[in-house]
């Protein structure tokens, strides 16, 4: 397959009812089965609701919480990825075999088969797990797809790692922009007023949609991350208010030399489209350089030197 025609998703979830959310993603599947796409992508923990479980008791939790691939949710992305002959991404809480909870991102194939990617940097819970294993694939059509969760990208290696298992394709679902950064040059909160009131201020949202808290964030870094490992990006991102903070969308396509193919500038719900040309991938920079790796003096990135600690301190310890 020499193209390959993809779509991503930027929603505003409601936080609990997975039957609403899920109907938003049917929605969006449907209109873009109408354009040809073969592979649609929608945000880290979509279904479920994602910033609100922060608050949540374990056994709220596990309310929430499916079993992965039998319960409804995915069986209800089979159905859909089978009878439009997509494939669909979407994420939400696992409820593993052993009791365990994870923040699993969930493909649906167009035979029917399933995969799933548990977040390899979980924060949102302390009653909730990080998973130990990249998620690498390929779909009927040909093509290989591999996925990373929000956190998991801001770590190099982990897109590196991706490329070095064959992905051609990395699908990148988040819920992000707006974020309270510890750092002095990250992202910061955006006024849930200005939400509320978006009808009438919609130039002002905007502007903080594009600028340093939002687009402005991730053009710093992620189009590294499809350029230096040549691999086309799906950014998938929620948008809107979620609890106390507001997300930015900022749904884009990047191409294996970090280029923007598609972006949405919306500042509510929106899907945008891009045709995948593959035959870039071989001849792309990252691809190129990677050829050139000397892996033996890459020791000390296997090496734990003593500055490790756990995501979910990283990510609060100035909050």
Not at 15 to 41: F, H, M, Q, S, W
Not at 129 to 147: A, I, M
Not at 293 to 317: D, H, N
């Amino acid at each position: 397959m020499e193209t390959y025609k993809t779509a991503t998703v930027q929603f505003q979830h409601t936080p609990g009812n997975k039957e609403d959310n899920l109907e938003i993603i049917t929605a969006y599947v449907d209109e873009a089965r109408k354009d040809g796409v073969k592979l649609i992508v929608f945000p880290e923990m979509c279904i479920t609701g994602y910033w609100h479980v922060r608050n949540l008791s374990k056994e709220d939790i596990q309310l929430l919480a499916e079993p992965v691939p039998k319960g409804p949710s995915t069986q209800k992305l089979v159905q859909l990825a089978t009878k439009y002959k997509m494939t669909i991404g979407a994420g939400l809480i696992e409820s593993a075999e052993n009791g365990s909870l994870y923040n699993t991102y969930v493909v649906t194939l167009s035979d029917g088969s399933v995969h799933k990617h548990r977040k390899l940097h979980t924060f949102i819970s302390a009653h909730m797990e990080s998973g130990n294993s990249y998620t690498v694939f390929d779909t009927p059509e040909g093509v290989r797809l591999g996925v990373l969760i929000c956190y998991d990208n801001n770590i190099i290696e982990n897109a590196r790692m991706t490329s070095l298992l064959g992905a051609e394709v990395l699908l990148a679902p988040h819920q992000s922009g707006g974020c309270n950064s510890a750092s002095p040059k990250g992202m910061k909160t955006i006024d849930p007023q200005l939400w509320e009131e978006r009808e009438t201020r919609a130039d002002e949202l905007l502007a903080e949609f594009q600028g340093p808290k939002g687009r402005g964030w991730l053009m710093r870094w992620l189009p590294s991350r499809a350029h230096d490992n040549g691999m086309f990006l799906l950014f998938s991102n929620g948008v809107g208010r979620d609890d106390d903070e507001v997300r930015t969308g900022n749904a884009m396509i990047l191409d294996p030399y970090g280029e923007v193919l598609a972006e949405s500038k919306a500042i509510g719900n929106d899907m945008v489209i891009a045709e995948l040309d593959l035959s870039l991938i071989p001849t792309s920079n990252g691809k190129r350089w990677m050829k050139a790796r000397r892996p033996e003096l890459y020791s000390l990135i296997a090496q734990r030197t003593g500055e490790e600690e756990e995501t979910r301190k990283v990510r609060f310890r100035y909050e």
